[in-house]
T-cell receptor
Framework: KAGVTQTPRYLIKTRGQQVTLSCSPI?????VSWYQQTPGQGLQFLFE???????NKGNFPGRFSGRQFSNSRSEMNVSTLELGDSALYLC??????????FGSGTRLTVV | EDQVTQSPEALRLQEGESSSLNCSYT??????LFWYRQDPGKGPEFLFT???AGEEKEKERLKATLTKKESFLHITAPKPEDSATYLC????????????FGAGTMVVVTT
């Protein structure tokens, strides 16, 4: 069965630009979460969507936003990029209490 | 404030040398705990969910156990392919979808 698909895999952006990352969850999974992973801070929760509604939000500035579509696919957007936004962005999907399945991530580099 | 601590930070093992990783936590409303392994540049891979104190789960050379305050991941007779970073995340009554991960234990198994 297909896993969680994240696109693109790699991205290089310039400070001040904005970026949109995409996540296609496993078929039938309605919950999608986003995480940021950096060497210094580890895995940090960004937000979670369920049935197109944001259920939970982490402690990140308003420049980080997301949405979920009716087919459960999700996007996250980062506006006015800063150097510190360079990270591996991970998406995970779940169905019920079975545990989250992660995608391979999008490596974002801000220069 | 919830806290998740993993120890040791790093572990270097000879092939066949068994060891244990620790995940301790201070959280409210514990419902269970997830263990994941992560290879460099990839998303975390789900290993186990433990739901109650005293529960044990096994997968190949890995065995996870759970108490009220901590969990252990035992690696028995490890092989080089067990080299990875192992992450834990408690599941609480209000954390579904917004997991707080520990910093991880990086395991290197050498021949």
């Amino acid at each position: 069965k297909a896993g969680v698909t994240q696109t693109p895999r790699y991205l290089i952006k310039t400070r001040g630009q904005q970026v949109t990352l995409s996540c296609s969850p496993i078929s039938g999974h309605r919950s999608v979460s986003w995480y940021q992973q950096t060497p210094g801070q580890g895995l940090q929760f960004l937000f979670e969507y369920f049935s197109e509604t944001q259920r939970n939000k982490g402690n990140f500035p308003g420049r980080f936003s997301g949405r979920q579509f009716s087919n459960s696919r999700s996007e996250m957007n980062v506006s006015t990029l800063e150097l510190g936004d360079s990270a591996l962005y991970l998406c995970a999907s779940a169905k019920g209490a079975e545990g989250y399945t992660f995608g391979s991530g999008t490596r974002l580099t801000v220069v | 404030e919830d806290q998740v601590t993993q120890s040791p930070e790093a572990l270097r093992l000879q092939e066949g040398e068994s060891s244990s990783l620790n995940c301790s936590y201070t959280v409210s409303g514990l419902r269970g705990l997830f263990w994941y392994r992560q290879d460099p540049g990839k998303g975390p891979e789900f290993l186990f969910t433990l739901y109650s104190a005293g529960e044990e789960k096994e997968k190949e050379r890995l065995k996870a156990t759970l108490t009220k305050k901590e969990s252990f991941l035992h690696i028995t007779a490890p092989k080089p392919e067990d080299s990875a970073t192992y992450l834990c995340a408690p599941l609480t009554t209000d954390s579904w979808g917004k997991l707080q991960f520990g910093a991880g234990t990086m395991v290197v198994v050498t021949t």
